[in-house]
């Protein structure tokens, strides 16, 4: 990963803004932005999870007021503890994925995607 160019970093964030689409994987599509810059697929995971980190604590960040309002109060324990069981599995899922690319591919994942979409295509269509 230290032999990521500033050029081939850029890249990837352009792979990854294809996210904005609907139904693409931010993660994903980052991934094979650093796949098709060279990287191996465990740098490309850890680049595209290294991406992540300042994005969803930004995020959570700017929506921290709305959680200390009288009308959330009821659920506030609720979306607490959703929280930290969601970053306790983000934490893992993580984990699990680095590693998996140490010695596999994304190749079942994207022919998931493709059948998955192909067929939502066809449904919805």
């Given at each position: 990963?230290?032999?990521?160019?500033?050029?081939?970093?850029?890249?990837?964030?352009?792979?990854?803004?294809?996210?904005?689409?609907?139904?693409?994987?931010?993660?994903?599509?980052?991934?094979?932005?650093?796949?098709?810059?060279?990287?191996?697929?465990?740098?490309?995971?850890?680049?595209?999870?290294?991406?992540?980190?300042?994005?969803?604590?930004?995020?959570?960040?700017?929506?921290?007021?709305?959680?200390?309002?009288?009308?959330?109060?009821?659920?506030?324990?609720?979306?607490?503890?959703?929280?930290?069981?969601?970053?306790?599995?983000?934490?893992?899922?993580?984990r699990y994925l680095e590693r998996h690319f140490?010695?596999?591919?994304?190749?079942?994942?994207?022919?998931y995607c493709i059948i998955a979409g192909t067929?939502?295509?066809?449904?919805?269509?």
């Open positions: 990963m230290a032999a990521l160019s500033p050029l081939d970093a850029i890249g990837v964030g352009f792979a990854q803004a294809g996210a904005l689409l609907t139904g693409f994987s931010r993660a994903g599509l980052t991934m094979v932005g650093g796949l098709w810059r060279g990287l191996e697929h465990e740098h490309a995971a850890k680049f595209a999870f290294l991406l992540a980190t300042p994005t969803i604590p930004g995020a959570g960040l700017v929506e921290l007021p709305e959680l200390a309002e009288p009308r959330i109060a009821a659920i506030r324990g609720p979306v607490l503890l959703g929280a930290f069981v969601s970053g306790t599995c983000s934490w893992l899922a993580v140490r010695t596999r591919t994304l190749l079942p994942f994207a022919s067929l939502s295509i066809i449904r919805f269509v």
